[in-house]
């Protein structure tokens, strides 16, 4: 166990205005050193300026932060050969070749992982002589995920790495990810995509208007309350259904036909539930019982309207 205040990443009442808007706004955080730790929030809710602040891009406005033990903003040559960063987008030059850039990059460090193998690992080979620019969004991302990783980091950024990935490459940027791990490696990552954080993330810090609303390992977040959903004809009497429910339960319909029973789900209740709909001519469609999702608890945590 890392002892508390020791972890790769430590921030304390991070404060990042730009001009009338607070992006950061008294933000605190531990990212356990040999763990992923993912960076959730809606569009605007600070989490790339928290991470360029950590890969010491930019300055914090008050506030501290300390990354390997280290202050970014004074600690610079310290910590570049010890961290990766995956920036959301950019980071090679157009006119670089991937293959070349990614020696370049791995000529910096004294034990890099062999450039061409990371290449093929990533699906890059065919590609190693095109110039940045000229490759796909999804190439350009693999490359700097691959820039990020080569040099054998203590810990790396990744701002949103998988955003906009085929399948493919999104799968095989999860089990580098996941071998990183395996290696002692800390990862911070930002995400948008809940399967993502739920899958990697030993632990999940959801920021919302520059400062953290909720943290936890995903399974404490998404908690161990289960729900009950069912789909049917659009209509149903809800309320006569509540009354033969336990005390405390919820029902809604959200979309027409969709059915969702928040309640101490229990055989009985799932009794009940059936019966009453078999009383009610009532056929019911993909019946099933699950918890609570991480995409639940984000949009309760952080609401359902647009950010801009
Ligand atoms: N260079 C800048 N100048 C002015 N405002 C900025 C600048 N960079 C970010 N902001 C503002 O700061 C806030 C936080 O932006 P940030 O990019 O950190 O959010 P984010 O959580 O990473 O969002 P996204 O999920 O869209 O990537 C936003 O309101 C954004 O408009």
């Excluded at 980071?91 to 020696?103: C, H, I, K, M, Q």
């Amino acid at each position: 166990m890392t002892p508390p205040g020791d972890g790769a990443v430590e921030l304390h009442s991070l404060a990042k205005r730009y001009g009338a808007v607070a992006a950061v706004d008294g933000l605190s955080l531990s990212a356990a050193r040999g763990a992923v730790t993912a960076l959730l929030g809606p569009n605007g809710a600070g989490k790339t300026t928290t991470i360029e602040i950590c890969e010491g891009f930019r300055r914090a406005d008050a506030g501290t932060v300390r990354v390997l033990g280290l202050d970014p903003a004074t600690d610079g040559r310290a910590l570049r050969p010890r961290v990766g960063v995956m920036p959301q987008s950019g980071g090679v030059p157009g006119t670089a070749r991937a293959g070349e850039f990614l020696r370049l990059v791995a000529s910096f460090h004294t034990a890099p992982l062999d450039a061409s193998a990371l290449l093929e690992r990533l699906g890059l080979t065919g590609h190693a002589r095109t110039p940045f620019r000229r490759m796909s969004g999804g190439q350009q991302q693999r490359l700097s995920l691959a820039v990020a990783v080569v040099g054998r980091p203590e810990l790396v950024f990744l701002d949103e790495p998988t955003t906009g990935l085929d399948p493919q490459a999104r799968h095989a940027t999860w089990d580098l990810i996941g071998e990183l791990r395996a290696a002692g490696v800390s990862v911070v990552l930002t995400t948008h995509n809940m399967e993502e954080a739920e899958r990697l993330a030993d632990h999940i810090v959801i920021v919302d208007g520059g400062r953290v609303v909720a943290e936890g390992a995903p399974e404490e977040l998404t908690g161990a309350e289960r729900q009950l959903r069912f789909r049917a004809r659009p209509g149903l009497g809800l309320e006569e259904l509540l009354a033969a429910l336990p005390a405390g339960s919820a029902a809604k319909e959200s979309p027409a036909g969709h059915y969702l029973i928040e309640a101490d789900v229990r055989p009985e209740l799932l009794a009940t539930v059936t019966a009453w709909c078999a009383s009610h001519g009532v056929l019911t469609e993909d019946l099933r019982i699950e918890r609570r999702t991480l995409e639940d608890v984000f949009l309760e945590l952080t609401g359902r309207e647009l950010r801009s």
